[in-house]
Protein backbone atom coordinates (compact mmCIF):
# COMPACT_ATOMS: atom_id res chain seq x y z
CA UNK A 1 0.00 0.00 0.00
CA UNK A 2 1.60 3.37 -0.54
CA UNK A 3 1.99 5.75 1.97
CA UNK A 4 1.34 9.73 1.02
CA UNK A 5 4.28 11.97 0.58
CA UNK A 6 2.63 14.00 2.74
CA UNK A 7 2.58 11.55 5.61
CA UNK A 8 5.67 10.60 5.28
CA UNK A 9 7.15 14.18 4.92
CA UNK A 10 5.74 14.96 8.86
CA UNK A 11 7.64 12.04 10.19
CA UNK A 12 11.48 11.88 11.05
CA UNK A 13 11.50 8.73 9.15
CA UNK A 14 11.10 10.94 5.67
CA UNK A 15 14.61 12.60 6.44
CA UNK A 16 15.94 9.18 4.65
CA UNK A 17 15.83 8.06 1.28
CA UNK A 18 13.88 5.54 0.28
CA UNK A 19 16.18 2.32 -0.92
CA UNK A 20 15.63 -0.06 -3.73
CA UNK A 21 12.65 -2.22 -3.33
CA UNK A 22 11.20 0.27 -1.33
CA UNK A 23 12.99 -0.05 2.16
CA UNK A 24 13.68 2.59 4.37
CA UNK A 25 17.54 3.50 6.14
CA UNK A 26 16.30 2.86 9.63
CA UNK A 27 20.09 4.02 10.13
CA UNK A 28 20.28 7.15 8.46
CA UNK A 29 16.91 7.67 10.07
CA UNK A 30 18.73 7.49 13.47
CA UNK A 31 21.47 9.36 12.85
CA UNK A 32 19.96 12.60 11.18
CA UNK A 33 17.22 12.43 14.42
CA UNK A 34 20.50 11.87 16.53
CA UNK A 35 21.91 15.31 14.81
CA UNK A 36 18.67 16.81 15.02
CA UNK A 37 18.54 16.04 18.58
CA UNK A 38 22.44 17.27 19.28
CA UNK A 39 21.55 20.75 17.36
CA UNK A 40 18.51 21.63 18.98
CA UNK A 41 20.41 20.60 22.68
CA UNK A 42 23.53 23.42 21.59
CA UNK A 43 20.31 26.08 20.82
CA UNK A 44 19.23 25.19 24.10
CA UNK A 45 22.35 25.71 25.59
CA UNK A 46 23.12 28.86 24.02
CA UNK A 47 19.75 29.81 25.03
CA UNK A 48 20.36 29.74 28.50
CA UNK A 49 24.08 31.14 28.08
CA UNK A 50 22.01 34.44 27.14
CA UNK A 51 19.34 34.53 29.36
CA UNK A 52 22.12 34.24 32.55
CA UNK A 53 24.45 36.62 30.66
CA UNK A 54 21.72 39.20 30.35
CA UNK A 55 20.22 38.12 34.03
CA UNK A 56 23.91 39.11 35.29
CA UNK A 57 24.02 42.04 33.10
CA UNK A 58 20.54 43.85 33.84
CA UNK A 59 20.28 42.67 37.82
CA UNK A 60 23.96 42.50 38.85
CA UNK A 61 23.12 39.07 40.52
CA UNK A 62 23.54 35.24 39.69
CA UNK A 63 20.88 34.16 37.85
CA UNK A 64 19.28 30.73 39.40
CA UNK A 65 20.10 27.52 37.28
CA UNK A 66 16.54 27.16 36.62
CA UNK A 67 16.19 30.11 34.95
CA UNK A 68 18.22 29.43 32.32
CA UNK A 69 17.41 26.22 31.98
CA UNK A 70 14.08 26.78 31.53
CA UNK A 71 14.97 29.65 29.01
CA UNK A 72 16.60 26.71 26.97
CA UNK A 73 14.01 24.15 27.41
CA UNK A 74 11.49 26.99 26.19
CA UNK A 75 13.39 28.05 23.10
CA UNK A 76 13.14 24.12 21.98
CA UNK A 77 9.65 23.57 22.34
CA UNK A 78 8.86 27.30 20.89
CA UNK A 79 10.79 25.57 17.51
CA UNK A 80 8.94 22.33 17.93
CA UNK A 81 5.49 23.94 18.69
CA UNK A 82 6.04 26.45 15.62
CA UNK A 83 7.69 23.48 13.34
CA UNK A 84 4.81 21.46 14.16
CA UNK A 85 2.15 23.58 13.17
CA UNK A 86 3.41 24.58 10.04
CA UNK A 87 5.23 21.53 8.71
CA UNK A 88 2.79 18.80 10.32
CA UNK A 89 -0.21 19.64 11.60
CA UNK A 90 -1.13 21.59 8.50
CA UNK A 91 -0.86 18.55 6.40
CA UNK A 92 -2.06 15.59 8.65
CA UNK A 93 -3.83 16.04 12.18
CA UNK A 94 -2.89 12.25 13.04
CA UNK A 95 1.00 12.53 12.58
CA UNK A 96 0.87 14.72 15.71
CA UNK A 97 0.47 11.73 17.51
CA UNK A 98 2.76 9.14 15.43
CA UNK A 99 4.99 7.21 18.20
CA UNK A 100 8.29 8.40 16.31
CA UNK A 101 7.51 11.99 16.86
CA UNK A 102 6.34 11.45 20.37
CA UNK A 103 9.80 10.05 20.85
CA UNK A 104 11.79 12.19 18.92
CA UNK A 105 10.41 15.34 21.34
CA UNK A 106 10.36 13.86 24.12
CA UNK A 107 14.38 13.02 23.50
CA UNK A 108 14.92 16.35 22.47
CA UNK A 109 13.48 17.96 25.81
CA UNK A 110 15.97 15.21 27.65
CA UNK A 111 18.65 16.51 26.10
CA UNK A 112 17.40 20.39 26.10
CA UNK A 113 17.15 19.92 30.35
CA UNK A 114 20.58 18.53 30.83
CA UNK A 115 22.59 21.54 28.40
CA UNK A 116 20.07 24.25 29.59
CA UNK A 117 21.38 23.90 33.28
CA UNK A 118 25.55 24.06 32.12
CA UNK A 119 24.66 26.63 29.80
CA UNK A 120 23.18 28.74 32.75
CA UNK A 121 26.32 28.35 34.76
CA UNK A 122 28.71 29.13 31.75
CA UNK A 123 26.48 32.33 31.61
CA UNK A 124 26.99 33.65 34.54
CA UNK A 125 30.42 32.94 34.19
CA UNK A 126 31.08 34.62 30.87
CA UNK A 127 29.40 37.69 32.46
CA UNK A 128 31.78 37.84 35.32
CA UNK A 129 34.88 36.95 32.99
CA UNK A 130 33.76 40.20 30.52
CA UNK A 131 32.77 42.29 33.53
CA UNK A 132 36.14 42.05 35.15
CA UNK A 133 38.37 41.91 31.81
CA UNK A 134 36.70 45.28 30.79
CA UNK A 135 37.20 47.23 34.11
CA UNK A 136 33.98 47.65 35.93
CA UNK A 137 34.31 48.40 39.61
CA UNK A 138 33.01 44.91 41.31
CA UNK A 139 31.22 41.75 40.47
CA UNK A 140 29.65 39.21 41.82
CA UNK A 141 31.63 36.15 42.27
CA UNK A 142 35.61 35.29 41.74
CA UNK A 143 37.25 35.77 38.66
CA UNK A 144 39.35 33.36 36.76
CA UNK A 145 43.05 33.29 36.42
CA UNK A 146 42.89 34.61 32.60
CA UNK A 147 41.28 37.68 33.32
CA UNK A 148 43.70 38.28 35.89
CA UNK A 149 46.66 37.43 34.18
CA UNK A 150 45.85 39.18 30.89
CA UNK A 151 43.33 42.04 32.28
CA UNK A 152 44.17 45.43 33.52
CA UNK A 153 42.84 45.01 36.81
CA UNK A 154 43.55 43.48 40.19
CA UNK A 155 40.99 41.38 41.52
CA UNK A 156 40.34 41.29 45.66
CA UNK A 157 37.75 38.75 46.31
CA UNK A 158 36.03 39.07 49.72
CA UNK A 159 35.94 36.16 51.19
CA UNK A 160 32.76 33.80 52.98
CA UNK A 161 33.71 34.27 56.37
CA UNK A 162 34.29 38.31 57.48
CA UNK A 163 35.05 38.35 61.10
CA UNK A 164 34.58 41.18 63.41
CA UNK A 165 36.54 44.34 64.57
CA UNK A 166 37.76 43.97 68.00
CA UNK A 167 36.83 48.05 70.26
CA UNK A 168 34.11 48.15 67.23
CA UNK A 169 29.84 47.50 67.10
CA UNK A 170 29.46 44.52 64.77
CA UNK A 171 28.56 45.04 61.30
CA UNK A 172 25.19 43.54 60.30
CA UNK A 173 24.92 40.01 58.86
CA UNK A 174 23.00 41.53 55.77
CA UNK A 175 25.56 43.99 55.27
CA UNK A 176 28.12 41.20 55.90
CA UNK A 177 25.67 38.91 53.33
CA UNK A 178 26.32 41.98 50.58
CA UNK A 179 29.62 42.05 50.88
CA UNK A 180 30.61 38.24 51.39
CA UNK A 181 31.85 36.76 47.69
CA UNK A 182 32.23 40.03 46.21
CA UNK A 183 35.25 40.82 43.88
CA UNK A 184 36.50 44.30 43.81
CA UNK A 185 38.43 45.31 40.86
CA UNK A 186 41.21 48.13 40.95
CA UNK A 187 43.70 49.46 38.55
CA UNK A 188 47.27 47.49 38.90
CA UNK A 189 50.30 49.36 40.13
CA UNK A 190 49.05 49.79 43.24
CA UNK A 191 51.41 49.17 46.46
CA UNK A 192 49.65 46.70 48.58
CA UNK A 193 49.47 49.53 51.29
CA UNK A 194 47.61 51.51 48.84
CA UNK A 195 45.21 48.93 47.85
CA UNK A 196 44.23 48.34 51.07
CA UNK A 197 43.50 51.64 51.60
CA UNK A 198 41.52 51.41 48.32
CA UNK A 199 39.66 48.28 49.56
CA UNK A 200 38.53 50.01 52.91
CA UNK A 201 37.88 53.47 51.54
CA UNK A 202 35.36 51.38 48.87
CA UNK A 203 33.79 49.26 51.38
CA UNK A 204 33.01 52.13 53.28
CA UNK A 205 31.35 54.12 50.90
CA UNK A 206 29.46 51.42 49.31
CA UNK A 207 28.44 49.57 52.60
CA UNK A 208 28.08 52.30 54.76
CA UNK A 209 30.59 50.16 57.32
CA UNK A 210 32.43 52.28 59.80
CA UNK A 211 35.86 50.47 60.27
CA UNK A 212 37.84 47.78 57.56
CA UNK A 213 40.74 45.34 58.57
CA UNK A 214 41.79 44.21 55.72
CA UNK A 215 45.39 42.34 55.17
CA UNK A 216 46.63 41.70 51.25
CA UNK A 217 49.45 39.82 49.96
CA UNK A 218 51.50 40.88 46.74
CA UNK A 219 48.85 39.13 44.60
CA UNK A 220 45.94 41.21 45.85
CA UNK A 221 44.31 37.81 47.83
CA UNK A 222 42.54 38.42 51.36
CA UNK A 223 45.13 36.90 54.73
CA UNK A 224 42.90 38.54 56.80
CA UNK A 225 39.42 40.50 56.39
CA UNK A 226 37.45 42.21 59.42
CA UNK A 227 34.72 44.91 59.34
CA UNK A 228 33.41 47.53 62.29
CA UNK A 229 30.70 50.32 62.92
CA UNK A 230 30.25 52.75 65.65
CA UNK A 231 26.90 53.09 66.45
CA UNK A 232 25.19 56.62 67.06
CA UNK A 233 24.15 57.49 70.20
CA UNK A 234 25.66 57.45 74.04
CA UNK A 235 25.62 53.54 74.46
CA UNK A 236 29.48 52.93 73.29
CA UNK A 237 30.50 56.07 75.57
CA UNK A 238 28.74 54.30 78.96
CA UNK A 239 31.07 52.48 81.28
CA UNK A 240 29.98 48.82 83.06
CA UNK A 241 27.55 49.26 84.96
CA UNK A 242 26.26 52.31 83.64
CA UNK A 243 22.82 52.87 82.04
CA UNK A 244 21.08 55.72 80.16
CA UNK A 245 17.49 57.20 80.73
CA UNK A 246 14.97 59.77 79.70
CA UNK A 247 13.13 61.74 82.49
CA UNK A 248 11.16 64.92 82.47
CA UNK A 249 13.14 67.41 84.14
CA UNK A 250 13.94 71.46 84.27
CA UNK A 251 17.83 71.67 83.95
CA UNK A 252 19.50 74.92 85.03
CA UNK A 253 19.86 77.38 81.91
CA UNK A 254 23.64 77.00 81.79
CA UNK A 255 23.85 73.16 82.15
CA UNK A 256 24.78 71.34 79.03
CA UNK A 257 26.21 67.74 78.34
CA UNK A 258 28.75 66.32 80.64
CA UNK A 259 28.00 68.16 83.96
CA UNK A 260 27.13 66.34 86.94
CA UNK A 261 23.49 67.18 88.03
CA UNK A 262 21.32 65.61 91.35
CA UNK A 263 18.15 64.57 90.78
CA UNK A 264 15.76 65.42 93.23
CA UNK A 265 11.81 64.42 93.51
CA UNK A 266 9.52 67.59 95.24
CA UNK A 267 6.05 65.44 95.93
CA UNK A 268 5.37 64.04 98.41
CA UNK A 269 8.90 65.75 99.41
CA UNK A 270 11.96 67.09 98.24
CA UNK A 271 14.15 64.13 98.20
CA UNK A 272 17.21 63.50 96.20
CA UNK A 273 16.78 60.23 94.43
CA UNK A 274 20.37 60.15 92.20
CA UNK A 275 23.37 61.63 90.67
CA UNK A 276 24.14 61.52 87.53
CA UNK A 277 25.87 62.67 84.39
CA UNK A 278 23.62 65.51 81.94
CA UNK A 279 24.04 63.87 78.62
CA UNK A 280 21.15 65.59 75.98
CA UNK A 281 18.57 68.04 76.56
CA UNK A 282 15.44 68.72 74.43
CA UNK A 283 12.61 70.72 75.69
CA UNK A 284 11.49 69.49 78.84
CA UNK A 285 13.19 65.85 78.56
CA UNK A 286 16.65 65.29 79.88
CA UNK A 287 18.74 62.57 78.90
CA UNK A 288 20.87 61.39 82.07
CA UNK A 289 23.65 58.70 82.27
CA UNK A 290 23.79 57.10 85.88
CA UNK A 291 23.89 53.89 87.68
CA UNK A 292 22.12 51.34 85.92
CA UNK A 293 20.03 50.46 88.84
CA UNK A 294 19.42 54.90 89.33
CA UNK A 295 18.45 54.62 85.74
CA UNK A 296 15.91 51.69 85.88
CA UNK A 297 14.58 53.52 89.43
CA UNK A 298 13.31 56.95 88.16
CA UNK A 299 13.15 55.89 84.63
CA UNK A 300 9.44 58.57 83.76
CA UNK A 301 9.34 60.43 86.49
CA UNK A 302 9.52 64.27 86.79
CA UNK A 303 12.04 65.48 88.57
CA UNK A 304 14.25 68.70 89.06
CA UNK A 305 18.05 68.70 88.68
CA UNK A 306 20.47 70.52 90.72
CA UNK A 307 24.35 71.26 88.80
CA UNK A 308 27.05 70.55 90.55
CA UNK A 309 30.51 72.60 90.01
CA UNK A 310 32.68 69.60 88.51
CA UNK A 311 35.20 69.57 85.58
CA UNK A 312 34.52 67.26 82.61
CA UNK A 313 35.96 63.86 83.70
CA UNK A 314 38.91 62.89 81.75
CA UNK A 315 37.32 59.50 80.97
CA UNK A 316 34.96 61.27 79.81
CA UNK A 317 37.06 63.43 77.18
CA UNK A 318 39.12 60.50 76.47
CA UNK A 319 35.73 58.26 75.25
CA UNK A 320 34.61 61.55 73.58
CA UNK A 321 37.95 61.44 71.23
CA UNK A 322 38.49 58.18 71.06
CA UNK A 323 35.07 57.16 69.70
CA UNK A 324 35.30 59.66 66.54
CA UNK A 325 38.79 58.54 65.55
CA UNK A 326 39.67 54.98 63.95
CA UNK A 327 42.26 53.90 66.80
CA UNK A 328 40.41 51.39 69.63
CA UNK A 329 41.53 50.65 72.82
CA UNK A 330 42.82 47.08 73.53
CA UNK A 331 44.83 45.01 75.98
CA UNK A 332 47.72 42.29 74.92
CA UNK A 333 49.25 40.23 77.17
CA UNK A 334 53.19 39.19 77.01
CA UNK A 335 53.88 35.61 76.36
CA UNK A 336 56.66 33.51 77.38
CA UNK A 337 58.99 33.17 73.78
CA UNK A 338 57.51 36.14 72.69
CA UNK A 339 59.03 38.97 70.54
CA UNK A 340 57.98 40.97 72.86
CA UNK A 341 59.31 39.53 75.98
CA UNK A 342 62.57 40.46 76.05
CA UNK A 343 62.15 43.27 74.37
CA UNK A 344 60.76 47.48 75.54
CA UNK A 345 57.85 49.62 74.68
CA UNK A 346 59.59 51.33 72.36
CA UNK A 347 58.89 47.74 70.42
CA UNK A 348 55.72 47.70 71.03
CA UNK A 349 54.74 49.84 67.26
CA UNK A 350 51.70 51.15 68.76
CA UNK A 351 50.76 53.77 71.39
CA UNK A 352 51.15 51.83 74.94
CA UNK A 353 48.66 53.71 77.35
CA UNK A 354 49.69 51.92 80.38
CA UNK A 355 51.06 49.08 81.51
CA UNK A 356 50.02 46.19 84.27
CA UNK A 357 52.97 44.32 85.51
CA UNK A 358 51.77 40.51 86.49
CA UNK A 359 52.80 41.61 90.42
CA UNK A 360 52.90 45.40 90.76
CA UNK A 361 50.89 48.72 90.34
CA UNK A 362 49.64 49.81 86.58
CA UNK A 363 52.46 52.16 85.27
CA UNK A 364 50.34 54.80 83.06
CA UNK A 365 52.08 56.35 80.01
CA UNK A 366 55.64 54.18 80.34
CA UNK A 367 58.39 55.49 78.84
CA UNK A 368 59.60 53.79 75.10
CA UNK A 369 62.92 52.47 77.17
CA UNK A 370 60.97 51.18 79.76
CA UNK A 371 61.26 46.91 79.73
CA UNK A 372 58.65 44.38 79.08
CA UNK A 373 58.43 41.10 80.84
CA UNK A 374 56.46 37.91 80.57
CA UNK A 375 52.81 38.54 82.06
CA UNK A 376 52.50 42.13 81.30
CA UNK A 377 48.99 43.84 80.03
CA UNK A 378 49.73 46.36 77.78
CA UNK A 379 47.04 48.72 76.96
CA UNK A 380 46.73 50.25 73.66
CA UNK A 381 45.31 52.78 71.53
CA UNK A 382 45.88 51.96 67.82
CA UNK A 383 44.15 50.75 64.85
CA UNK A 384 42.41 47.58 64.91
CA UNK A 385 45.41 46.23 62.35
CA UNK A 386 48.38 47.57 64.30
CA UNK A 387 46.60 45.82 67.46
CA UNK A 388 46.78 42.60 65.55
CA UNK A 389 50.54 42.66 64.96
CA UNK A 390 51.38 43.88 68.30
CA UNK A 391 49.09 40.27 69.65
CA UNK A 392 51.38 38.50 66.92
CA UNK A 393 54.62 40.04 68.19
CA UNK A 394 53.10 39.20 72.17
CA UNK A 395 52.79 35.44 71.05
CA UNK A 396 54.32 34.53 67.92
CA UNK A 397 56.37 37.22 66.55
CA UNK A 398 54.98 40.32 64.12
CA UNK A 399 53.65 39.14 60.71
CA UNK A 400 55.55 40.33 57.55
CA UNK A 401 53.24 42.66 56.07
CA UNK A 402 55.04 43.21 52.26
CA UNK A 403 54.80 46.12 50.33
CA UNK A 404 55.21 45.16 46.74
CA UNK A 405 53.44 46.35 43.76
CA UNK A 406 50.15 44.25 43.10
Known sequence: MAVPTSALASTPAALALPLQGGAVDYVGVLTRGALRIAGLGVFSFLVAVVVSAVYRWYFRQTAHTALGTFAGLSGV????????????????QAAVFDPSEIVFNLAAFAVAVALGAPGARGGDRLAVETFAFLGTREVDGEVGQLVKAVGRVVAVEIPDEIDDVDGYDPVSEETKEKMANKTLLFPRGLTVAD?????????????????????????????????????????????????????????????????????WRTEPTAERVATGELRGVSDDVVTLALDAADAERIAGGDYRLLTLPSDPGADRQFASVLRGADETMATVTVREGSALADGTVGDVGATVAAVRPADGPVDPIPSRARPLAVGDVLYLVARPETVREAEAAASAGAPDHGEGDA
Do not use: C, H
Open 195 to 263: LEARVAARLRDDYDVGYVDVDLDASGAVKYFAVGTRLAGIGPTLGPGMGAVAVRADPPNDAGPGDVVQV
Open 77 to 92: ALYLNTKTAFASVVAN
